[in-house]
């Protein structure tokens, strides 16, 4: 069984909303051993209620796959269980005139937002900010309250990729923080739960799962595409793209094959690196690049080229003016073919507020607080990852650029530029084709051209980009 727990910190401030609840995270396996337990304790309804586990249902379905549990559903138990079940459960909340829903978004003050915002009144120099030190963001999963002044929500955590803890898996890396396939504006879905004082929400927040098919869906708002199981420390798996089979960034543009077999994305820095090799090799620090030779003229002059008219040897004597030409198969001209609604929030500092019924509307304005800090699982003992799905084939190992290049130096670098450029037809509507354009830096080069453009091909089956 793990226990959370909340994160260590210096003594309480007057800007910490206060929250007397905590989450137990309980082991599957151990919750027959607890139902037996119960049926052998003569005790009460309390007894009962303290040794409830519940069960949440994971809001999150991300599209890759975790090596030990197949979801992220959660058993736990609240503490004081009593004090929790007692108090009634709301559909949402008003604060500061907002009204926010279970099942929503929300941002949340923390210690580093609060400080911030502080800066920022005083005037006072501020470090190079990061996103974790923005307010958290959490998912509310149920709302309770026993009068206007404790309302608390129970939620999931969204995590920063910054925030990600040493030694989460990553497939078969251990990482921390912040990996390069990560957005600016991506989170993490997990499934870390916690009880807060709903004080400390600031506002609601825009979040969007990703699908890694769709980027329309990420402009301009939050969005995930993975998440994280608190209980082995595991990411899910992304999709891999390119021939380094690593996975896309969103932030950075993609080009697709067009071979209807293949329809690979590659990323655009691995393109780039691929003709700057391509370049490097074939001109090396002194060759000119010359443009493609114009086929040669035959030295007869076009009349040998020209068909033979019927006036001369070897035409026919007749011919009529013209055919109709169909495909194979074409036809001729002649064949056919339990809550309730809401709870107002109140500042438990406002000493006029009377105690007010469960559906007051009584309003509350005040300075977000800090929520408590995220808890951090203590976890039991880490599963063995199960073997590869059936059917599923491993990833090929990405390619270093010492192994692709033959050593670790990159020689083009200063000779040579590349940068990718979208052609368009003569129609507006037509599609673009995108073309590398290169340039040459080299001095002293006598002769060739100094820029010009080249097609893509595709890096993992070598067809041209169209």
């Not at 499934?191 to 329309?216: C, F, G, L, R």
């Not at 443009?291 to 033979?308: C, F, H, I, Q, V």
């Not at 390619?399 to 050593?407: Q, T, V, Y």
Request: proline fraction near 7%; aromatic fraction near 6%.
């Amino acid at each position: 069984m793990a226990s959370a727990r909340k994160r260590p910190r210096a003594d309480t401030e007057d800007n910490r909303a206060e929250c007397p609840f905590s989450i137990k995270i309980v082991d599957p396996k151990d919750k027959e051993h607890k139902k037996k337990k119960r049926r052998r304790t003569e005790g009460g309804d309390d007894d009962d209620t303290a040794q409830k586990i519940s069960l949440q249902m994971s809001p999150f379905a991300p599209c890759g796959k975790f090596k030990t549990y197949n979801e992220m559903d959660l058993h736990y138990q609240v503490e004081p269980a009593k004090r929790w079940t007692d108090m009634t459960r709301y559909n949402s909340f008003v604060l500061n005139g907002v009204k926010y829903f279970s099942e929503g978004f929300i941002y949340v003050a923390n210690d580093s937002s609060i400080e911030r915002q502080k800066a920022v009144a005083n005037s006072e120099p501020m470090q190079p900010r990061k996103k974790s030190d923005d307010d958290w963001v959490a998912r509310i999963l149920e709302i309770r309250a026993s009068d206007e002044h404790h309302v608390y929500a129970r939620v999931y955590w969204m995590y920063w990729p910054d925030e990600l803890p040493q030694s989460t898996h990553d497939g078969k890396r251990n990482v921390h923080g912040r990996q390069p396939y990560h957005g600016i504006n991506e989170l993490i879905a997990s499934n870390h739960m916690d009880i807060i004082n709903v004080v400390s929400v600031t506002s609601p927040a825009v979040v969007k799962q990703w699908y890694e098919e769709n980027d329309e869906e990420i402009q301009n708002a939050l969005y995930w595409r993975q998440a994280f199981d608190v209980r082995t420390y595991e990411l899910s798996t992304v999709e891999l793209v390119c021939s380094c089979n690593t996975p896309a960034h969103p932030d950075k543009l993609l080009v697709g094959c067009t071979t209807e077999s293949c329809k690979k994305w590659m990323h655009e820095q691995c393109i780039k690196e691929e003709a700057l090799r391509s370049v490097y090799n074939r001109l090396g620090t002194d060759k000119p690049h010359l443009p493609p030779e114009s086929p040669k003229e035959d030295t007869n002059g076009d009349k040998a080229k020209r068909p033979l008219s019927p006036t001369e040897t070897g035409a026919a004597v007749s011919a009529q003016h013209s055919i109709d030409v169909k495909a194979d198969g074409e036809p001729t001209d002649d064949a056919h073919i339990e809550a309730h609604d809401n709870v107002e929030v109140k500042q438990a500092d406002d000493e006029d507020a009377q105690p007010a019924p469960e559906d007051s509307n009584a309003e509350a304005s005040a300075e977000p607080q800090a929520a408590s800090d995220k808890a951090e699982a203590d976890l039991p003992n880490k599963a063995t990852p199960n073997k590869l799905t059936p059917g599923r084939k491993p990833g090929r190992p990405r390619k270093s650029l010492k192994e692709a290049n033959g050593d670790n130096s990159r020689p083009w670098e200063g000779l040579f530029e590349v940068s990718l450029k979208t052609e368009t037809g003569p129609l507006k509507k037509e599609e673009g084709v995108t073309m590398l354009e290169f340039k040459d830096l080299r001095e002293g080069i006598v002769g060739g051209q100094k820029t010009w453009t080249e097609s893509v091909r595709c890096l993992v089956c070598g067809s041209l980009v169209n």
